[in-house]
């Protein structure tokens, strides 16, 4: 059965560093999504996107973060210098056009130093 | 803007038991309505969904789910409860004329299921 899948599992960085968190969606799926969940909160929408281009994004989501699409298959979330506050668990997403699901990857853990 | 709301962040319950989890919804527009579980360490899994249609909603596990419009509820049931149903269960919405269609999510109800 195909699923979304994310890496690394596990990320530990420092304060001020950029990372890249990594997902490959579904094949035939076009709507990707990005949420997060910090530690003993609720998941939080950052970010949709659809046809290369963001159709919508969180107050969250600010000049910090982006995504892209760099080729057919990878979707990524790059945080330009994080901050401690940017510690949770990410979780990808995708769904097919049309359809009204939205099939989670296993998430990675960003740690913060 | 839609909101959801979990109204019992933990759950303790007694294997076979019945067990319902309670999810309110607040939005000005018609919206599909989610229930996912998260197991420990694990991403999210859809156990059920309300589109449109009957209001009662059976999902993966054994689950289901009522919409009740009037109270703007969606509250997630199940008859007799098993050890390997211990996990986070999150209740969503999604907008239906966001043709992006985010999900809002509740804060979560832990489900803690003891022998």
């Known amino acids: 059965e195909p699923e979304v899948t994310q890496t690394p599992s596990h990320q530990v960085t420092q304060m001020g560093q950029e990372v890249i968190l990594r997902c490959v969606p579904i094949s035939n799926h076009l709507y990707f999504y990005w949420y997060r969940q910090i530690l003993g909160q609720k998941v939080e929408f950052l970010v949709s996107?659809?046809?290369?281009?963001?159709?919508?994004k969180s107050e969250i989501f600010d000049d910090q973060f982006s995504v892209e699409r760099p080729d057919g298959s990878n979707f990524t979330l790059k945080i330009r210098s994080t901050k401690l506050e940017d510690s949770a668990m990410y979780f990808c997403?995708?769904?097919?056009?049309?359809?009204?699901?939205?099939?989670f990857g296993p998430g990675t853990r960003l740690t913060v130093l | 803007a839609q909101s959801v709301t979990q109204l019992d962040s933990q759950v303790p319950v007694f294997e076979e038991a019945p067990v319902e989890l309670r999810c309110n919804y607040s939005s000005s527009v018609s919206v599909y309505l989610f229930w996912y579980v998260q197991y420990p360490n694990q991403g999210l899994q859809l156990l059920l969904k309300?589109?449109?249609?009957?209001?009662l909603v059976k999902g993966i596990n054994g689950f289901e789910a009522e919409f009740n419009k009037s109270q703007t509820s969606f509250h997630l049931r199940k008859p007799s409860v098993h050890i390997s149903d211990t996990a986070e269960y999150f209740c969503a919405v999604s907008d239906l004329g966001n043709q992006g269609g985010k999900l809002i999510f509740g804060q979560g109800t832990e489900l803690s299921v003891k022998p």
């Open positions: 997403a995708s769904r097919v056009a049309g359809g009204n699901e939205q099939f």
């Open positions: 309300y589109l449109s249609g009957s209001t």
């Open positions: 996107f659809y046809n290369n281009e963001i159709s919508e």
